[in-house]
């Protein structure tokens, strides 16, 4: 079943959104202003996304569903008065009518920023009607999200509230778990370490389980696995394995807004997957990026959920009509942590 969820990802933090301080009468700034309307156009484009691809829950077709999710997102998007550049989207140019690196989308009036997307996070989850599947987006100013080649990362993330540099990915496995529990103050085995749940993970869960602690393997998804360390209700303290390089962008654009630390290194397969990593200025293959070296600056993260999961109830139909959504945004400038439910009229 799922879990209750809290609604702040930050102990001790108030979960509505912050007010805006004033000095005496002055009114708010039109930066603050155009971030907040970005902030809430964002949710919109992450909801729009995630109602288009639930009418394609259960229905076995991925390709579909993520199409579906593409071409709404896409839509939003360029109602959206911004200057945007997808950096992390769904291939290249000629891949189009995917969301490609790349691409142009938002009015050409505001703000230049960097967008790293993915329209539908859980394809499969989706066409299977399984838990977890997410709509996902994140903004920053252009120049501040990194721009990852569409390669596999070796990921290590732990939610906020422990030393800086607790975990390492120089460390095991188990010299981590070790870390984060002597500094949670509980032995190994009262940790909670999320994996997704590939062949390729089997050294890994076998290393942690011969440790002791806890592997809540996931089936897809790793974007929401990240931010699960964020929320003591998942349990969740600890995220490990490989998967794609784009994902781990967007989960550190999250990270960057409530807190936590986060590794990643590129692992790549062949020299073409070395080449396109050069092709997009990564000098040093083996560089281990920080929370900080991934997402820099005022990010702006918005996901709603398409299937009900640990992390936001997804999209539902009610008798007239009207669809429900619930999406969380998230914003690293104020530490605002939004929770958004959307009654939307006639599948808008």
Not at 72 to 83: F, P, S
Request: charged share 25%; glycine share 12%; aromatic share 4%.
């Amino acid at each position: 079943g799922r879990r209750p969820l809290a609604r702040s990802l930050l102990p001790g933090r108030p979960c509505a959104a912050k007010a805006v301080k004033t000095d005496g009468d002055s009114m708010t700034s039109q930066a603050e202003f155009q971030d907040r309307l970005l902030s809430l156009g964002l949710a919109r484009v992450s909801e729009a996304a995630a109602i288009a691809s639930a009418a394609l829950i259960g229905r076995g077709d991925e390709k579909a569903a993520d199409q579906a999710a593409v071409n709404a997102m896409r839509e939003q998007l360029n109602m959206l008065d911004i200057k945007g550049v997808v950096v992390i989207g769904e291939g290249e140019r000629d891949e189009a009518p995917m969301l490609y690196i790349g691409e142009e989308v938002g009015t050409g009036n505001g703000p230049e920023v960097d967008i790293a997307l993915d329209p539908l996070e859980g394809t499969t989850l989706t066409a299977k009607d399984m838990p977890n599947a997410l709509t996902v987006i994140a903004m920053a100013p252009r120049g501040t999200l990194l721009h990852a080649p569409d390669v596999y990362m070796d990921k290590l993330a732990v939610g906020p509230g422990y030393p800086q540099g607790v975990i390492s990915l120089d460390k095991s496995p188990s010299e981590n778990v070790r870390a984060v529990a002597a500094a949670k103050g509980v032995e190994p085995g009262d940790i909670i370490v999320c994996v997704l749940d590939r062949p390729r993970h089997a050294e890994l869960i076998a290393e942690l389980r011969k440790l002791g602690c806890g592997v809540q393997l996931i089936p897809d998804g790793d974007v929401a696995g990240v931010i699960a360390t964020t929320n003591e209700d998942t349990g969740i303290d600890i995220y490990m394995g490989s998967g794609g390089a784009p994902e781990g962008v967007l989960a550190a654009a999250a990270l960057r807004c409530v807190g936590g630390q986060f590794n990643g290194r590129l692992l790549f397969r062949n020299d073409d997957e070395r080449g396109r990593a050069r092709k997009w200025g990564i000098e040093d293959l083996n560089k281990i990026y920080v929370l900080e070296e991934l997402a820099k600056g005022d990010c702006i993260f918005a996901a709603t959920g398409v299937t009900d999961g640990s992390l936001l109830d997804g999209v539902h139909r009610r008798k007239d009509g009207t669809m429900t959504t619930e999406s969380v945004v998230m914003r690293a400038s104020s530490g605002t942590v939004r929770w958004v439910k959307g009654e939307h009229r006639g599948g808008r």
